[in-house]
């Protein structure tokens, strides 16, 4: 079954979600899966239900959303020749679907603005939905209106974590399929154990050499006071930045860490969040 999983991208028809849909375009050539292009056609902030309480039974498909399916796929198999890419609408808010669909998808793809988004909201409120709860690796593409990226190392934050150990996983797979160079990254305060650092790192790029022999691996420690911020920087030169759902000494309960939700925030590029696969439930 997991051979079957496809790349699934959430599209309203909005520029970003446009941009979203030729990223997930690229990532299932690159995966060898179909597209799956998802318009969950509620409002936002139904999530699954009809915004209207009185209202019986769920509003059937637009015409015009099935139109703007059609439209982006046959754009899509026309630059990606070899692409199979399948459309749906389903009766749910936009994140509520997604989430759903994770359960199946080898990767979700989500715009960092939607439909009717505010322009001061940084990420829409369908990408932290998303983010949060994904069942599967999350791709949220930043900045919403950057093309495809060609050049630049895929970057991973390294704390020691699990959720970092996973994320150094996916990097290294998202690395060798660009022919690129994955770049482990550990933000240290100023006074920490220099040679702490250096044996964390020097742990996950022998982790990632294993797995992908022949991959350049570069490690880099960066002594720095706000963590977040310096891993922001370190983006601005990278095609993919990885990070884990959670990070060191995070809480149990908490679905995306701190470090994690800057990130999806406000990095410079392209932010995979590691979600580890779920099996169907």
């Known amino acids: 079954m997991t051979m079957n999983r496809p790349v699934v991208v959430g599209v309203d028809g909005s520029p970003p979600s446009l ?3 030729e990223h997930a375009a690229q990532a299932a050539v690159w995966r060898s899966r179909p597209l799956h292009l998802v318009h969950g056609y509620l409002h936002p902030l139904g999530y699954g239900v009809p915004i209207n309480p009185y209202e019986v039974g769920v509003p059937a498909a637009s015409e015009d959303g099935r139109k703007m399916l059609e439209q982006t796929a046959a754009e899509l198999v026309d630059r990606w020749p ?3 890419v399948e459309v749906r ?3 749910g808010g936009p994140g509520a679907t997604l989430v759903e669909e994770s359960r199946r998808a080898e990767l979700v793809v989500v715009g960092s603005r939607g439909l009717g988004g505010f322009a001061g909201l940084l990420l829409g409120s369908v990408g932290t939905q998303v983010a949060a709860h994904g069942h599967c690796p999350v791709l949220v593409i930043r900045p919403p209106d950057r093309p495809l990226p060609t050049e630049g190392p895929v970057l991973v934050g390294v ?4 959720s970092a150990e996973l994320a150094v996983g996916y990097g290294a797979e998202e690395a060798g399929r660009r022919g690129g160079t994955l770049v482990l990254v550990h933000v240290a305060d100023e006074g920490d154990d220099d040679g702490a650092a250096a044996a964390l790192l020097a742990t996950a790029g022998a982790a990632a050499r294993g797995s992908h022999p022949g991959l350049t691996v570069e490690e880099r420690v960066i002594v720095a006071p706000k963590p977040d911020q310096a891993l922001i920087e370190a983006t601005g030169d990278a095609a993919l930045v990885v990070a884990g ?3 060191r000494g995070g809480f149990a309960g908490l ?3 701190s470090v994690s939700q800057t990130l999806v925030h406000h ?3 392209p932010v995979l969040i590691a979600h580890p696969y779920r099996p169907e439930q």
């Open 89 to 91: 609408q389903v009766a």
């Open 255 to 257: 679905l995306l860490g």
């Open 267 to 269: 990095a410079r590029c």
């Open 245 to 247: 759902s959670r990070g």
């Open 159 to 162: 704390d020691g974590s699990e």
């Open 19 to 21: 941009v979203a849909a």
């Open 82 to 84: 070899g692409l199979t």
